[in-house]
């Protein structure tokens, strides 16, 4: 299992309330107004069902968010349950990688004929690792959904370790997803390959090719690259002095005073005071932050953000030795330690459920042919079948009623009522409170004290990869839009897959975003992030759709591409509630061991336990899994 994890480890190695006009966009007695809405669209009916095919407005999707908004922010829910026939010994709520793990790790433990039932408000299983799928020229090409890599597998504990290899993603096979990825593609762990930085230049923008990731290490030549940047000439001095390490800019201070400056300055704030940066010229700096981490510079810690591999290795005096020594090999420590699925990390939970529900791919070899397999989602959920997975069903209720558990929940519009022997929530902490009322107030507050970071991941399948290809690099940055990166989307062959071949082919584009403030406003961490929270629900698939138009044109448009002719589908996966809440050096205490928010928030309540990455505080997929496996021995020892 992990260990607690303090900011010492990491170290080591505006406020949107409950009330008002978005309680009114999104509330509601929702299960009446859809009341209408009947279970012939449920998967276990319609042989056709396929979600990942499906464009526009994807990752919290409409039906998916409402019940769970109208319980938590309106405290709404059904009076009146149809109580169905149906006994399980586990529950599992979430469909994530936690939930999935549950359902395997407590399959494993007690045996094949044990009666699981899984349950999600998402129209597909996943969680965030979304598989987003397209047709195209009689071609199919995969991207991103969502959970993008296996971070590290190698490195995995035995909890965890042990699940990837039960899915057949052993040391051999992580060696042979590295073989199979190519060597131009960063994403997929290949760091050496080129990184671009895309800045606006008059009406168009300037793409800077080279690897920029090293250059923000003074590694390469830098100094050119610097040099082409549409800033002003002193701007360029001051990132060059401090890519380079040519000055320690905390030069003044004593080393005590430096070791407490690094702990309790902002990385921007520092930028700005010490360093001699803009605001305007500090977002270069941001897009790597606000992308790995969701915060920007403003809310990291200058150590913080070093040690999350942002520049500034070699401008810290006394300090260059000991950040040098950990950021001068951050790039090439990391070479080989990221391995992805054409569809990231959607293809690890299709391995898993297709080994708890064989028949949704009843001819699927596994890791050899994931990427590729038809699945059957009418085989998610069919009665008699041991473990079932029920999509479209948001929990309302839990609680512990003698000695079994009652489960509501609410599928397209119609009150049910399950019942098991115990039960295991996988869902996002913030909900659970409204679940389980009875808890104490202890635990709940250490259930709503952290605040998941939102994200949004576009996809936009274009005809040809023509234009994409002259950028000259398989990723390019770009710190003053609204999506900070654009990519293409994975290209290795890993499951099966058949990437594009030339930039002939039609191809995907992948860009991410972050949508939590990085300007710098007073706030804390978990202030903004719901700041961004927000702005994902408030804007519309329209305004998505002009904000990737726009900005694809005026990166690739010198490039011949254009958007009226060469756009063919979007997919837009908004993800509200995204990485797990990590304790922030600026804004959270040290609390005592067994004390912190999600130790508190995670403890067994009876026959319920809780699984989850915000009961890690570690939004890493073998977190989850190391949470699953805690609440199944919880709820069988």
């Known amino acids: 299992m992990t260990k607690k994890i303090t900011r010492r480890d990491l170290l080591n190695g505006m406020v949107i309330g409950a009330g008002g006009s978005v309680l009114n966009l999104y509330g509601g007695n929702v299960w009446a107004s859809t009341s209408n809405n009947t279970l012939s669209n449920t998967p276990n009916v319609t042989p056709g069902y396929y979600p990942p095919t499906l464009t526009g407005m994807r990752g919290s999707h409409d039906g998916s968010f409402e019940v769970a908004h109208a319980l938590s922010w309106q405290g709404q829910k059904p009076k009146t349950y149809q109580t169905l026939d149906e006994h399980y010994d586990l529950v599992v709520v979430g469909a994530g990688m936690s939930g999935l793990a549950a359902a395997w790790y407590y399959r494993k433990k007690v045996g094949p004929e044990a009666r699981i039932l899984v349950l999600d408000n998402h129209d597909d299983f996943g969680g965030h690792a979304k598989r987003n799928e397209f047709h195209y020229k009689d071609r199919m090409l995969l991207s991103l959904g969502g959970a993008q890599n296996l971070d590290s597998p190698g490195n ?3 909890v965890a370790g042990s699940l990837l290899i039960d899915m057949g993603i052993d040391d051999e096979a992580i060696a042979q997803m590295g073989a199979d990825t190519p060597d131009d593609y960063t994403l997929g762990g290949k760091l050496g390959a080129d990184v671009g930085l895309t800045v606006p230049d008059g009406y168009s923008h300037r793409t800077i090719g080279g690897h920029w990731l090293k250059f923000f290490h ?34 003044g201070l004593s080393v005590t005073e430096k070791w407490e400056y690094v702990n309790a300055t902002s990385y921007n704030q520092f930028l700005f005071d010490r360093v001699g940066l803009s605001k305007t010229t500090i977002p270069i700096l941001d897009a790597h932050l606000v992308i790995l981490n969701g915060p920007s510079g403003w809310n990291h810690t200058v150590l913080e953000a070093i040690l999350s591999g942002s520049p500034g290795l070699r401008a810290m005096g006394w ?4 950040v040098d020594s950990i950021g001068a090999t951050f790039i090439d420590s990391l070479t080989g330690d990221v391995r992805m699925f054409p569809d990231g990390n959607a293809s690890v939970a299709r391995l898993i459920v297709q080994k708890l529900i064989p028949a949704v791919a009843p001819h699927m070899k596994g890791l050899e042919d994931v990427a590729v397999a038809q699945f059957d989602y009418s085989a998610l959920d069919v009665a008699g079948e041991s473990t079932r997975l029920r999509l479209n069903s948001t929990a309302v209720g839990v609680r512990e009623v003698g000695n ?42 250490g259930l709503s004290y952290g605040v998941r970071v939102p994200f949004v991941y576009a996809n936009v399948l274009i005809d040809n990869g023509r234009a994409f290809s002259k950028l000259g690099a398989t990723i390019t940055q770009c710190p003053y839009d609204s999506f900070q990166w654009v990519a293409a989307a994975p290209t290795m062959t890993t499951g099966g897959y058949e990437p594009p071949r030339s930039p002939d082919d039609p191809m995907v584009i992948f860009m991410m975003g972050s949508p939590s403030p990085a300007d710098g406003r007073e706030g804390t ?7 961004g929270r927000h702005r994902v629900y408030a804007t519309t698939f329209e305004s998505y759709e002009k904000e990737i138009r726009e900005q694809l044109q005026s990166v690739l448009g010198k490039n011949g591409f254009d958007h009226e002719r060469d756009v063919k589908a979007i997919t837009v996966n908004r993800i509200p509630h995204g990485y797990a809440y990590w304790y922030q050096g600026l804004d959270d205490p040290e609390w005592a061991e067994g004390q912190a928010p999600h130790e508190i928030g995670r403890k067994q309540f009876g026959r319920i336990s809780i699984a989850n990455t915000d009961s890690e505080v570690t939004p890493l997929m073998n977190a989850a899994f190391d949470a699953a496996h805690r609440a199944v021995e919880e709820q069988t020892q």
């Open 218 to 251: 003074g590694r390469g030549d830098y100094q050119s690259a610097v040099a082409e940047l549409p800033i002003s000439e002193n701007q360029q001095e001051a990132l060059v002095a401090f890519f380079g390490g040519e000055k320690d800019f905390l030069d």
């Open 525 to 531: 961490t978990r202030d903004l992030l719901k700041v």
């Open 404 to 445: 079994k558990v009652e489960v509501d929940y609410v599928q397209h519009g119609k009150p049910l009522r399950v019942t098991a022997t115990r039960c295991v929530l996988a869902c996002n902490n913030n909900v659970i409170p409204h679940l389980c009322p009875d808890m104490n107030e202890d635990q709940k507050e």
């Open 156 to 158: 995995y504990g035995d």
């Open 319 to 322: 300090l260059a030795d000991f």
